[in-house]
Each structure stands twice: as structure tokens, then as C-alpha cells.
């Protein structure tokens, strides 16, 4: 029933779980299920990445508010909880209608990027992203920087039950989208972009470049942290290096994409 012959060894049984207890929750509305993001094109960082889902309903599924019917969502969640989730961190999934509900903002009702998922479940009910969208969602990406870096700093204020941990995984977050943002203003090639898993977008920019130098130290800080026993200092170390990272990007888009957007 379900296509997951395209992802890997490691990603598919997890997946296929996933699926089924989405199905099974949502079957009167169901309309689409897909997968994306680094589990699906690959450069997912062990102990880091999630397994990102989106699942199509019709309109009748959501609330008043817009939000999935809240016992469906409690019934999804009590099965997913059995899930082991292996090298990832965990499953993430959002609902989405068929059509924008009235209050939705432009820049978070984009269609899924072309080359960057893969449908598991039904047809999608929604055109994929165009270029112009993809490229207006980049440059609200990279004028919400500031908001990222308050966010650290406060990320940094609290204390236990992982919250620590917690801080490190938001940093990601907001550091490949503004990443991925970057490239694709630079280049003008966004779809091509955002198909490239970590690594080979990486490379895309020289390390002699301050924002190919600041990534790459990002990068590997990010898998030695959630690959091995958690310290504080390990954990500051991302989110500092992020939040470094996220400056150079803002100081580029200050110079040379703002005035195109």
C-alpha cells in the first residue's frame, strides 16, 4: 500500500510504522502522504535528523482553529509513541487541508519542492512549489535571522530534562534552512538546491569563503555532538557556532540579496 522502496534500509521500516498508524487514524480523509527532507534524499546526521512527514486531509479532519482534530491527533500519538525511532530523533508530522485556510501566511503554504520528497500514500492534492515561491520562502527564511538568534539566547536559559539537548536540535533548525537559503539566492537554481543533501551542499561553497567555513565547523560539531555522550560544552559549542554562523549569513543577505527580494 505504501511506496517505500526509494528510502533506505535504515529509514523504510520506520516509515512503513509511521504510515500505517497515519492511515489507519485518518482513513476517511485521507487524501496524501509523503516524506521529506534529509531521511528521504539522504545526509540525514545520526542521532540529530528526523523522519519529516506530511499528510494530506480533507477539510472536514481540522478544527475551527485549522489544527488536526485533536482526538485524532491524541489517537496518532499514542501509537507513534511505540515506535522505536533508531538513529533518529524522532518522527515529525504535519497536517495539512487541501486548499489554505483563510489565516494562513503565504510563506507557510508552499507546496512540497520538486525533487525533495517522495509521495508513500495517494496523490497530492496541491501543485508542488514554483521556483518564485521557493525563492520567497528563502528570503522570509533569511529575514527571520534575527528572530533565530534571539531564540538561542534564550534557548540557553533553562535547565533540565534536556533542555540543553533540545537547544542544540533547534540551532539545526534554523541554521540548514537559512543555509539552503543562502545557496539558492546565490546560485538562482533553487530546485536543484534544495534537492542536495548536506554534504554536497556544503561543498557548493569554498572554505575559504566565511560562510563555507562557519557551515563546515557548524557541520561537524553538529555530528560529533549527537553522535556521542552529550556535555554541556559540546552542546554550547553548536548553538554558539550556529548562532555564528547565522550572522554571516545575515551580513551576506544585507549586502547582496535584499534588494532583489
Known sequence: MFDVTPLSPVVRPIVLAASEIVYKQTE???LALLIHGSAYKGGAIPGCSDIDLQVYLERTAFDIYGALRLDVAAAIQRKLSTIDTGQFQYIQTYAFPPAPLPLAR???WVGPVPGTYHLLYGTLPIAEATEAELVFRCHN?????PTAICDASHNLLSHGNGKLKRAARF???DVWPAYYSVLSLRNEQPFAIWKLPKEEAIALIEPYESLGKEIRTFYKLVYEYFGQEHTTEDALA???Q???FLRVA????????????
Open 106 to 108: 503565504r510563506e507557510h
Open 250 to 261: 545575515e551580513r551576506w543577505y544585507k549586502r547582496n540579496a535584499r534588494k532583489s527580494q
Open 28 to 30: 476517511p480523509w485521507l
Open 141 to 145: 527564511t533569511m529575514e527571520h535571522i
Open 238 to 240: 553548536v548553538v554558539l
Open 171 to 173: 540551532i539545526c533548525t
Open 242 to 244: 550556529g548562532v555564528r
